[in-house]
């Protein structure tokens, strides 16, 4: 089992970055996969970014493809993801998921723990 706490979201002005961390707590995660998720208001949550277990391979939207950037660190049990250019439909809770055992997906389905969320907003 494992336990995901998000950080760093906030308000940002289109066009600038931000950089979100979610940090695992719990035994085995390098075991896991891990993927981002976001939810904007009235809205299904969708697939942002995700990562395989070790970091050798990465998957994204489209829509955020060339703009975000998702990677973890073992050593310290957590993922990040670079968000640079920033639009105003980026504007949503964003969640960090494992998958355990998993090759990083973008079906929330298939993720079995979640983080609580962070919230990022984009003014225009």
């Known amino acids: 089992q494992v336990q995901l706490v998000e950080s760093g979201g906030g308000l940002v002005q289109a066009g600038g970055s931000l950089s979100l961390s979610c940090a695992a707590s719990?035994?085995?995660?390098?075991?896991?996969?891990m993927g981002w998720f976001r939810q904007a208001p009235g809205k299904e949550r969708d697939f942002v970014a995700a990562?395989?277990?070790?970091?050798?391979?990465?998957y994204y939207a489209d829509s955020v493809k060339g703009r975000f950037t998702i990677s973890r660190d073992n050593a310290k049990n957590t993922v990040y993801l670079q968000m640079n250019s920033l639009k105003p439909e980026d504007t949503a809770v964003y969640y960090c998921?494992?998958?355990?055992?998993?090759?990083?997906?973008?079906?929330?389905?298939?993720?079995?723990?979640w983080g609580q969320g962070t919230q990022v907003t984009v003014s225009s």
């Open positions: 719990g035994r085995g995660f390098s075991s896991y996969a």
């Open positions: 998921a494992a998958d355990y055992l998993g090759v990083g997906t973008r079906w929330p389905a298939a993720y079995k723990y």
């Open positions: 990562i395989s277990q070790n970091g050798g391979n990465t």
